[in-house]
């Protein structure tokens, strides 16, 4: 079952700008991540946020999450033409296992 | 440093045919192995995990089943394909010990006709 909704669905931005990607999610969990996926490759892991965190940085990278709201946002900050991805967030219960969104397509133009 | 393999990378098979796609991780130990499907411009779907040799986990039913007969080897099976089964398959590893991030590989794309 899908649990993380990604918003919006694509979003497409001059390099440069920052793109937002939103989540949101229905269950409680122990921790959400974000994935890439370069279009026909695997996924590759982002950022790793557990549940009393609020906030995480790496590099052009901030995730933010809030538990009482069940959402999750990603910011990349000064886009380059190679972001240009598919970006999945997936939230993790209490398991193993992580149930992904259908996804955020980005097209950064340069 | 780990590594995971994925073969083949693409497949054609007509409808009815068994299906045998193999996923090996080297440079780690006991770890968490996943089969996910992916449909065409939509998200992941997990089919299959396993924390151990022998030990598999059936998320949805399906026409597929999986094996891991040894502790760094996965195997996705079909006795005979449907085109539903057509899609993006994708084996993960993660670090036995819970809430870790997942390691992907390069997947394979598989068409049913």
């Known amino acids: 079952s899908q649990q993380g909704e990604e918003d919006p669905q694509a979003l497409s931005i001059q390099e440069g700008e920052n793109a937002t990607m939103n989540c949101s999610y229905k269950t409680s969990i122990n921790n959400l991540q974000w994935y890439r996926q370069n279009s026909g490759r695997g996924l590759v892991h982002l950022i790793l946020i557990r549940s009393n965190e609020r906030e995480k940085h790496s590099g052009r990278l901030r995730v933010t999450l809030d538990t009482s709201k069940k959402s999750s946002s990603l910011l990349i900050t000064a886009s380059r033409a190679a972001d240009t991805a598919s970006y999945f967030c997936a939230t993790m219960e209490y398991g193993n296992k992580l149930v992904f969104g259908a996804g955020t397509i980005l097209r950064v133009k340069s | 440093s780990q590594t995971i393999h994925q073969w083949p990378a693409t497949l054609v098979q007509p409808v009815g045919s068994p299906l045998s796609l193999e996923c090996t991780v080297e440079?780690?130990?006991?770890?968490?192995l996943y089969w996910y499907r992916q449909a065409a411009g939509r998200g992941l779907q997990l089919l299959f995990y396993s924390v151990g040799i022998g030990q598999i986990s059936s998320e949805v039913p399906q026409n597929l089943s999986a094996s891991r007969p040894q502790d760094r080897q996965f195997i996705l099976s079909s006795k005979k394909l449907l085109l539903s089964d057509s899609g993006f398959y994708l084996c993960a590893w993660s670090v036995l010990v819970t809430n870790n991030e997942q390691f992907f590989g390069p997947g394979t794309r598989l068409t049913v006709l």
């Open positions: 440079g780690t130990s006991n770890p968490n």
